[in-house]
């Protein structure tokens, strides 16, 4: 916490005003998350399969749906927020949703493409799907807590003026940018972008249309760091990667494509006064943790814990394959704390927990508000925008 104090004060100097004082926390009691497997806490396995061992072995001990090794940056948030891990929307056994719930689906995109799960991993669940099965839970849920006798009839259901009061977290794109970089080339995919980005605008301006007034909205990362792409990377060209290792083409088209994002919460804060829109500058947060992997405690940022790569072969996290004629299992690595990568495409709860940390204090969030202040009484609160605040040269790692 010295660290954010420190943070603050510096942010002070640099721009020659006094940081403003915090606002006040709000009263969040639910969350409602829209995504793909960076968030996906057991839609896609409840949908399809669910992913079985090394899956999940960190933190919680066994497979539980999720891309990682442990928690997701959305089940930090959540403890952030003092509530329960979200329930997937796709998954009904024992699903408890008074608390919100997960909509989120690995492979999710925000516009539909013409590819499926069993070919490219692609989820049918793109963001407008998964905001018509808002609409729906929101209906149904409304209607069945209006009709309940009892709260033993209440007790696994959303209070309906909790819709109001809930924060709508939203992390997706990154697939959008993988399906046009497949299909379109690196250097054409910029010319989908604003469709993407306006159909992403269609999506906030429909759960505002149903009560949602507080959005906490997630850049994409830089899908060029990530480290199954590194390792198909032999003897590349001048330029091809960038200072770090990264692939520079695809970063800067994720950079565009955030430019763009920015620009529309910019104008949907003007669209839809009543809401807050929070936009998270994920990428900076990732890149950040990534290119000082050593100085945080992890290994250098390319090592992948689960899973078998290299530029001839891919055994993903938790299957069989063969290698030179035998036979691979693609477990874990001893030690997933000190890794970043868990499989090559996911991060491993313990860099999920370092980058939940920087986001929820609002070191990367725009207005710059930690997570417990973005509600509508917070609106105009802050007006600081973090575009001109190099914060990445003085954050440390937190405990």
Avoid at 53 to 72: I, M, Y
Wanted: hydrophobic content about 35%.
């Amino acid at each position: 916490m010295e660290a954010i104090i420190s943070l603050l004060l510096v942010v002070g100097v640099a721009t020659g005003q006094p940081f403003p004082p915090p606002s006040p926390a709000c009263d969040i009691p639910a969350i409602y998350n829209f995504g793909d497997s960076n968030s996906d806490t057991g839609g896609i396995a409840a949908a399809f399969y669910p992913p079985g061992p090394p899956s999940g072995e960190t933190f919680f001990k066994r497979p539980v749906g999720r891309a990682s090794d442990g928690r997701l940056i959305i089940d930090f948030i959540a403890e952030k927020l003092g509530l329960p891990y979200l329930s997937a929307y796709l998954d009904s056994i024992k699903a408890n949703y008074t608390h919100g719930a997960n909509f989120a689906t690995g492979g999710a995109t925000i516009r539909r493409v013409n590819e499926s799960w069993f070919e490219h991993d692609v989820s049918p669940f793109s963001l407008d799907i998964q905001v018509e099965q808002f609409n729906q839970f929101k209906d149904r849920t409304t209607y069945l807590y209006n009709q309940a006798k009892d709260d033993s009839q209440r007790q696994n259901l959303p209070r309906p003026n909790d819709f109001m009061k809930a924060i709508y977290t939203i992390d997706i794109g990154q697939n959008d940018l993988a399906y046009v970089f497949r299909t379109m080339g690196v250097e054409a995919s910029r010319a989908a972008i604003p469709d993407i980005i306006e159909q992403f605008a269609n999506s906030i301006r429909q759960l505002y249309g149903k009560g949602a007034r507080a959005f906490w909205i997630h850049n994409t990362g830089p899908i060029g760091c990530l480290p199954v792409t590194h390792t198909k990377v032999v003897n590349p060209a001048a330029g091809y990667l960038d200072e770090i290792g990264c692939v520079a083409g695809q970063n800067r088209i994720a950079n565009e494509f955030n430019e763009k994002l920015r620009a529309k919460v910019v104008q949907l804060r003007s669209d839809l006064p009543k809401a807050i829109l929070a936009y998270v500058d994920m990428y900076s947060a990732k890149y950040q943790l990534i290119s000082k992997a050593k100085d945080l405690g992890f290994k250098e940022g390319f090592t992948i814990c689960c899973g078998y790569h290299d530029q001839d072969n891919d055994i993903y996290c938790g299957n069989k394959g063969k290698i030179n004629g035998s036979e691979v299992f693609a477990g874990s690595c001893k030690d997933p704390t000190k890794v970043i990568s868990w499989d090559g495409v996911h991060y491993s709860d313990a860099a999920n927990r370092w980058i939940a940390n920087q986001i929820t204090y609002g070191l990367f969030s725009d207005p710059p508000l930690s997570i417990i202040e973005i509600c509508p009484e917070n609106k105009g609160a802050n007006k600081l925008s973090l575009a001109s605040i190099r914060l990445n040269s003085y954050l440390t790692p937190l405990t």
